[in-house]
Nanobody, 119 residues
Framework: VQLQASGGGLVQAGGSLRLSCGFSGHGNRSYSMAWFRQTPGEARVFVSAISTGGSNTEYTDSVKGRFTISRDNAKATVYLQMNSLKPEDTAVYYC?????????????WGQGTLVTVSS
């Protein structure tokens, strides 16, 4: 399994970005997918997750109502639509895959994509 995240960039507060994570390898439909983020000197923290079929989603409280996770299994891609961005959303965002839908201990990780929100 290989994951490739993209879509990060610089945006003003209140703006939007959409992150994408491409899944390479067999059986993408068997994996729950998630996004985590990390700021310098801090631990990587959970942002959002989606079940294999997309029917179940989870969000950390700070992004509820602003971020939306989705997936297109035919394209083996998971997305994170981020709206109403705030400076505190600035971080490196990582996508992850696991057999289980959970908020930690994912088996596979992609490289990060940097999101910078200016005030």
């Amino acid at each position: 399994v290989q994951l490739q995240a993209s879509g990060g960039g610089l945006v003003q507060a209140g703006g939007s970005l959409r992150l994408s994570c491409g899944f390479s390898g067999h059986g993408n439909r068997s994996y729950s997918m998630a996004w985590f983020r990390q700021t310098p000197g801090e631990a990587r923290v959970f942002v959002s997750a989606i079940s294999t079929g997309g029917s179940n989603t989870e969000y950390t409280d700070s992004v509820k109502g602003r971020f939306t996770i989705s997936r297109d299994n035919a394209k083996a891609t998971v997305y994170l639509q981020m709206n109403s961005l705030k400076p505190e959303d600035t971080a490196v965002y990582y996508c992850a895959a696991d057999r289980l839908l959970r908020r930690r201990e994912y088996d596979f990780w992609g490289q990060g994509t940097l999101v910078t929100v200016s005030s």
